[in-house]
């Protein structure tokens, strides 16, 4: 059973930088995509950050430049450092596992949502909670 579960999150004041880590595990396949996506209450949801399994990252153009994602495979987390932080990055924020062949998180016109959840295998954690003071 695929298990992801984010913390590092806190509150922060704008310019400021905040790493957030996602400890996985249950993940037996090789094929895989990791990434972060953020929401708030009462808006969409948005792909900010992933990679895939042969290292390649991608990003949203809200985050480009400002976050990296990168991964511990030896210790199984994900991390996504954010710099410049902004007001607007204010969210809860979530790591997410997408297995389909076909998936969108990783994808070279950036992270999208619109395929996480479409097979059981994918899975997302309980978030952690980001605030950015102006």
């Known amino acids: 059973q695929v298990q992801l579960a984010e913390s590092g999150g806190g509150a922060v004041e704008s310019g400021g930088s905040l790493k957030l880590s996602c400890t996985v595990s249950?993940?037996?396949?090789?094929?895989?995509?990791l990434g972060w996506f953020r929401q708030v209450t009462g808006q969409e949801r948005e792909a900010v950050a992933s990679?895939?399994?042969?290292?390649?990252?991608y990003y949203s153009d809200s985050v480009k430049g400002r976050f990296t994602i990168s991964q511990d495979s030896a210790r199984n987390i994900l991390h996504l450092q954010m710099n410049r932080l902004k007001p607007e990055d204010a969210a809860m924020y979530y790591c997410?596992?997408?297995?389909?062949?076909?998936?969108?998180?990783?994808?070279?016109?950036?992270?999208?949502?619109?395929?996480?959840?479409?097979?059981?295998?994918?899975?997302w954690g309980q978030g952690t909670l980001v605030t950015v003071s102006s």
């Open positions: 997410a596992a997408e297995f389909s062949l076909e998936g969108r998180l990783c994808s070279d016109n950036g992270p999208s949502l619109e395929t996480l959840g479409l097979i059981p295998l994918d899975t």
């Open positions: 249950g993940i037996t396949y090789r094929k895989k995509c």
């Open positions: 990679v895939d399994s042969d290292g390649k990252t």
